[in-house]
């Protein structure tokens, strides 16, 4: 028997009224756990993709295309040389080097921790930092009058608002190579830094970061010429990045670490998956749970077309085609809840972009609304797994119906 007259006795057994009402509503409950089922996993896993995307666009704020840091220790060894050649690569449009080290600013009795990071002109066109200032303006200032731009947590920490400040903010950096001293604060140079802005990005770099010139730092630190924490690169658009990074590896040897900005941040990629994927793991079974709703519907279904399957039979069905015919009915229930379910999702998610309608909570976030993201990989995947659930939901009943022995009788 063809497919479309086995999808016609399929589609005659769904909407048929049955003798028994329970059946009826049973495969409605069916279908509706399924409706449920899809649209909140495709829900939660576009929600995923917003926050992982916000994600993405803060750490571009901060984090460079492709970085390079020593292997070992803290210095990174870079002559002009050298840097002429890393220039000259294909792919790369920018190059800033910098140096970074903890450091002690204090404000009168405000006192604070913070990663000092040392830059040249060239990190404010490297990163996206000028975007996310929130007080005053990304000014390193000069040797001689360093200027520092804190994170908005640490300008709070400090009590001072950075495009207000008219007094300095004193600074503490350890020495480099200083020898142990029965004074604690030999090993420290001090001096002093004007705020001139704050940034805000994400709390792991407002509570955390300030910048200063790079040539003051260097001086505190007892930093050669060409002694450095770090190099990063900005690419050009459809740069080959392992290509770029062979060749950086050619002029800087292997004493380098080069890591983009997925590498720079493994934990918290692999963190944003691994929860994408238990998420979809939690929803999978739930969608198995309705599952067993579709094996009792279907199965109550061939006990209420017992006389039906006679008359196929009597006509020449063979045991496939009974087989078949409830096949179908189970893929026929999870399309429709499949279909009911991905346009409930498509319509959560307009409201959701046009509307606004989940709002987030707290006026600290960047945004005050969930941020959701359709990928269609996600829609391939969910209708996928409902499917193979409905035809596995479904073989059970149409086994058991094809296997059992009918007789026609006077």
């Avoid at 009597?314 to 078949?324: E, L």
Wanted: aromatic share 10%; charged share 20%.
């Amino acid at each position: 028997m063809r497919f479309k007259p086995i999808l016609t006795f399929s589609w005659r057994y769904f909407k048929a009224k049955k003798s028994t009402n329970a059946i009826n509503v049973i495969s409605w409950v069916s279908v509706s756990a399924i409706v449920v089922g899809t649209a909140s996993l495709l829900i939660i896993l576009s929600a995923f993709n917003g926050f992982e995307d916000l994600v993405k666009t803060l750490y571009a704020s901060y984090y460079a295309d492709l970085k390079g840091s020593p292997a070992k220790g803290k210095v990174l060894i870079l002559e002009p040389a050298k840097l002429k050649q890393l220039r000259t690569i294909d792919g790369i449009s920018l190059i800033s080097t910098g140096v970074e080290e903890k450091a002690l600013l204090q404000n009168g009795s405000l006192q604070t921790i913070v990663n000092i990071r040392g830059v040249d002109t060239n990190f404010i066109h490297l990163s996206g930092i000028r975007e996310k200032m929130y007080h005053g303006k990304f000014d390193l200032g000069l040797t001689e009058k360093p200027g520092v731009v804190l994170g908005v947590g640490v300008e709070q920490a400090l009590g001072l608002m950075s495009d207000r400040s008219v007094y300095p903010v004193s600074i503490y950096i350890p020495r480099k190579g200083q020898t142990a001293s029965l004074d604690p604060l030999s090993a420290l140079g001090m001096g002093i830094v004007y705020p001139t802005g704050s940034f805000a990005i994400q709390s792991e770099f407002d509570n955390k970061y300030a910048f200063t010139d790079i040539n003051f730092l260097k001086t505190y630190l007892n930093y050669g010429t060409d002694e450095y924490s770090a190099v990063e690169f900005k690419l050009g658009p459809g740069s080959n990045i392992e290509n770029i990074k062979y060749q950086i590896r050619q002029v800087l040897g292997e004493g380098i670490v080069l890591g983009d900005r997925y590498e720079q941040n493994r934990t918290l990629y692999k963190t944003i998956k691994m929860e994408k994927l238990a998420i979809y793991g939690i929803f999978t079974l739930i969608l198995l749970v309705a599952a067993f709703n579709m094996v009792g519907s279907l199965s109550m279904l061939v006990l209420e077309k017992r006389k039906d399957i006679q008359v196929l039979m009597a006509m020449g069905a063979d045991t496939s085609v009974i087989k078949k015919i409830f096949l179908a009915e189970g893929v026929l229930l999870g399309v429709i809840g499949t279909v009911g379910g991905v346009a409930f999702a498509l319509l959560l998610y307009y409201l959701q972009v046009t509307y606004k309608l989940v709002p987030l909570q707290g006026a600290s976030f960047l945004i005050d609304y969930y941020p959701v993201k359709i990928v269609y990989s996600d829609f391939i995947l969910v209708t996928t797994t409902v499917f193979c659930i409905a035809i596995g939901a479904s073989w059970i009943p149409a086994s058991k119906a094809s296997k059992e022995v009918f007789e026609l009788r006077n």
